[in-house]
Nanobody, 128 residues
């Protein structure tokens, strides 16, 4: 079992930056691909970014490409989402997720069903 806890969400002005963290516990998650998803009010949860189990491969939704960066530190059992040039449409609850282990070396899943473990989310609000 892997437990995930997100942190770092808060209110910020448009154009600002935030870094979200995802702390994993229960067992090491170096064998799990990791992803970030978000859900805005009244909308379905959507894929934001994913990183392979040792960080060799990353992938992003078109809406965040060039602005967000996903990373991980397996020694600290922690994943990150650096968000720059934030826009009001980035306002959402952000969730981190871990796919089942062991994952393929460069596996960066996009679909919710490909993930086994989920955090409870952290709120990001971007005001104009």
């Amino acid at each position: 079992q892997v437990q995930l806890v997100e942190s770092g969400g808060r209110s910020v002005q448009a154009g600002g930056s935030l870094r979200l963290s995802c702390a994993a516990s229960g067992r090491t998650f170096s064998g799990n691909a990791m992803g970030w998803f978000r859900q805005a009010p009244g909308k379905e949860r959507e894929f934001v970014a994913a990183i392979s189990r040792i960080g060799g491969s990353t992938d992003y939704a078109d809406s965040v490409k060039g602005r967000f960066t996903i990373s991980r530190d397996n020694a600290k059992n922690t994943g990150y989402l650096q968000m720059n040039s934030l826009k009001p449409e980035d306002t959402a609850v952000y969730y981190c997720a871990a796919a089942p282990a062991p994952g393929r070396l460069y596996y960066t899943p996009h679909g919710e069903r490909e993930y086994e473990y989920w955090g409870k989310g952290t709120q990001v609000t971007v005001s104009s």
